[in-house]
Nanobody, 131 residues
Framework: QVQLVESGGGSVQTGGSLRLSCAAF???????????MGWFRQAPGKVREDVAL?????????SYPDSVKGRFTISKDNAKNTIYLQMNDLKPEDTGMYYC????????????????????WGQGTRVTVSS
């Protein structure tokens, strides 16, 4: 089994920055099977949506929706089993719970943005952006 632990959420004003971290814990074999990870967010009353995805293999290919492209950057530190989300120029519409997700399946770029692709989820960290 794999446990994902997020940290780094908080409250900022419009234009501010935050850096989220997600560390994977568990037995060595289970953690080593993770191939695909991502960050999702969920605003009150809305569906959970992807904000940044990263292929742990294959040189770390990434994907972002247009809503965050150019403002958010996902990165990984394989040695620490950790991924990060650097969020700059934050906007009130970025407010929500941010969840880290992981999958032992190789990233399938056609549907890796879907929540159903991931079997491991963190507990979430809250991000609030005020105007």
């Amino acid at each position: 089994q794999v446990q994902l632990v997020e940290s780094g959420g908080g409250s900022v004003q419009t234009g501010g920055s935050l850096r989220l971290s997600c560390a994977a814990f568990g037995d060595t074999y289970s953690v080593s099977t993770i191939r695909c990870m991502g960050w999702f967010r969920q605003a009150p009353g809305k569906v959970r949506e992807d904000v940044a995805l990263i292929d742990i293999d294959s040189g770390g290919s990434t994907s972002y929706p247009d809503s965050v492209k150019g403002r958010f950057t996902i990165s990984k530190d394989n040695a620490k089993n950790t991924i990060y989300l650097q969020m700059n120029d934050l906007k009130p519409e970025d407010t929500g719970m941010y969840y880290c997700a992981a999958s032992p399946s190789a990233c399938a770029y056609s549907f890796w943005f879907q929540t159903s692709f991931y079997i491991y989820w963190g507990q979430g960290t809250r991000v609030t952006v005020s105007s």
